[in-house]
């Protein structure tokens, strides 16, 4: 077990002559035991990151450091980091054991009976005893990701890395794996990171989740403080779904004007959005900034009783079973939708008309220009306190 740190790091890659910088100036503390999920959209830098940990590419820039130990100098095999890929990247010839059996007899020179031992209890505990001497091509697929994780799991490493290893399965076996991997990780507390464009495995699996964006890290948070209190809007849109509900406006006085509607603030979100002093209603050149509101808290109203009730017509209504989301227009004919979940028994229809209602307590602001977060929705202090279950 062992404490993670990337300092600075900074990949550059060289594409004839003209630089990609794929991982840009990232630093992040990993703690011993702890599950940090490395996520964000195809290209920004993730697999990258975890293969400079795992010593299959040069650090361009910045250190790696295992337990205070630089670790950049080491040959991928004497770093004790054990590798999962989502390609599993079994060798076919050998046996479910000898796949299991390798890695040790390549890292260690332990004896024979010591080795048998640990594969088997390994194997015991991944469920996967009775496959030992069957080969990669008669297993099913959720078996050989079970066999990928035991050949990573039977070395006892300092760190795992995992890079996308559930996405061949399919959507079942995918949630089920989910639980069982955070059970093992928890019950053998070996450092891991864990990398996946899904958000989902990043908001159910992860102690942390450190989101990247075009090679910059954007945020590290627990799953929790990144869905209510993002750092900025990238963050706001790529962690939820359905996304954030976003609404570029100008600030007026004491209201946020859009193209379609006129938002009302109190001083409290005034003051939070600071900077931009008071524009009065016709002045020109006001702050820019986006207005954004999650869909669950977007709600549908028997009628209009406050500032924050607005007049909607219902383009689309999804149904998802348990709630649905329903796609909302500020007219017929206006081209700005926005979505709004609601509990999956309330009837709503097509082409008629609703009023939604956007309480200003679960308004986000973000700046217009830098996108970074000025006033994130408040949360019932009593929540916050409230002991853990
Ligand atoms: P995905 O989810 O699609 O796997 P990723 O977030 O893991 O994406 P990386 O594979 O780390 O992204 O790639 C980051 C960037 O670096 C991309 O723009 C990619 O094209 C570039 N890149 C990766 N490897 C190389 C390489 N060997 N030479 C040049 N550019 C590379």
Do not use: W
Request: contains cysteine; hydrophobic residues 40%.
């Amino acid at each position: 077990m062992a404490r993670l740190t990337l300092d600075h790091v900074t990949k550059i890659f060289d594409d004839n002559g003209s630089e990609i910088v794929a991982v840009d100036d990232v630093s992040v503390d990993i703690d011993d035991g702890e599950f940090l999920v490395l996520v964000g959209p195809s290209g920004c830098g993730k697999s990258t990151t975890l293969r400079m940990i795992a010593g299959l590419e040069t650090v361009s820039r910045g250190e790696i450091r295992l337990d205070d130990e630089p670790i950049d100098g080491k040959q991928p095999k004497d770093r004790d980091i054990a590798m999962v890929f989502q390609s599993y990247a079994l060798y076919p010839h050998m046996t479910v054991r000898g796949n299991m059996r390798f890695g040790l007899e390549e890292s260690t020179d332990l004896p024979d009976g010591e080795i048998e031992e640990k594969v088997r209890a390994t194997a015991e505990m991944l469920d996967i005893a009775n496959l030992l001497d069957r080969k990669p091509a008669e297993l099913s697929g959720g078996q050989r990701q079970r066999v990928a994780l035991g050949r990573a799991i039977v070395r006892d490493p300092a760190a795992f890395l995992m890079d996308e290893p559930l996405s061949n399965l399919d959507a079942k076996l995918r949630s089920e794996m989910r639980t069982e991997l955070q059970r093992l990780q928890e019950d053998l507390g070996v450092t891991t990171v864990y990398v996946t464009h899904d958000q989902t495995e990043a908001m159910t699996m992860g102690d942390r989740i450190a989101i990247l964006n075009a090679g910059k890290l954007m945020q590290v948070a627990t799953p929790l403080e990144a869905y209510h209190r993002p750092a900025n809007r990238f963050v706001a849109g790529f962690i939820g779904d359905p996304s954030m509900n976003f609404f570029e406006m100008e600030v007026r006085g004491d209201r946020l004007v859009g193209s379609e509607f006129a938002y009302p603030i109190s001083e409290e979100v005034r003051d939070a959005i600071g900077g931009a002093e008071a524009v009065s209603a016709d002045e020109v050149n006001a702050e820019t900034v986006t207005l954004g509101v999650r869909p669950e808290d977007v709600e549908i109203v028997a009628e209009a009783t406050g500032p924050h009730d607005f007049e909607t017509v219902v383009d689309v209504v999804e149904p998802k079973g348990s709630e649905n989301n329903v796609y909302l227009s500020f007219s017929a004919d206006g081209d700005s939708s926005f979505v709004a979940t609601i509990g999956g028994m309330r009837t709503v229809e097509a082409g008629q008309p609703a009023i939604a209602r956007i309480p200003e307590a679960a308004i986000h602001v973000f700046d217009g220009e830098t996108g970074e977060a000025l006033r994130n929705r408040s949360i019932d202090e009593q929540a916050e306190t409230e002991p853990q279950l």
